[in-house]
Structures are given as C-alpha cells and as structure tokens.
Nanobody
C-alpha cells in the first residue's frame, strides 16, 4: 500500500503564492505518474497538473503559467508551487499517484483558501 500525505495548504490573499507538498510512504512499487487534483465545494474533482517518470509536466489550462509541479523520485515526493493565486483556485488539493501496474492512490487533501 502507498500512503500519501499532503501539506502546505492555508489561507492566502489573491495574487499570493503557496507551495504544496506530497510525500509517499509505505511499500512503493514503481511510480508512473504523480499528479495534483483539486475539488472546490459543490464541484467535481478536477485534474490540475501531472508529472511522469521522464519529468515531463502537463497542466490544466486554468493553471498554466501560474503553477509548477515538480517531483523528487528519490524521496517519492511531489510539490505544487502556486503563484498568482485567484479566488477560484480555492479548493481541497489532492495528491495522486499512479503506479506502472495501474494502481492509483490518493491523499486526504489539503485545503487552499484564496480570499481577502
């Protein structure tokens, strides 16, 4: 089993920045994809960003140019650096890991609130 723990959420003003971190622990077979998703109140969970084994990153259009995903394969961590935050970025952010064998794991989430 893979356990994921997110950290770094909090309250920030519009235009501010936050850095989220996710650490994977447990028995960790080879990881294929590490990603971040988010879910705002009353909305479906949506994909935010992902990084694959080669390090190539992809982003949702809504965060392109403002968010940066990075991973440390040796430490099994993935971070999400968020800049120019908007009120609409407020959500619970979830870490997601997909193994090469197909299993997917989720963290419990960390709350990001962008507000004045």
């Amino acid at each position: 089993q893979v356990q994921l723990v997110e950290s770094g959420g909090g309250l920030v003003q519009p235009g501010g920045s936050l850095r989220l971190s996710c650490a994977a622990s447990g028995t960790i077979p080879s990881i294929n994809i590490m990603a971040w998703y988010r879910q705002a109140p009353g909305k479906q969970r949506e994909w935010v960003a992902r990084v694959g084994t080669s390090g190539g990153a992809r982003y949702a259009d809504s965060v392109m140019g403002r968010f940066t995903i990075s991973k440390d394969s040796a430490k099994n961590t993935v971070d999400l650096e968020m800049h120019s935050l908007k009120v609409e970025d407020s959500a619970v952010y979830f870490c997601n890991v997909v193994l090469w064998r197909g299993d997917a794991f989720w963290g419990k989430g960390t709350l990001v609130t962008v507000s004045t």
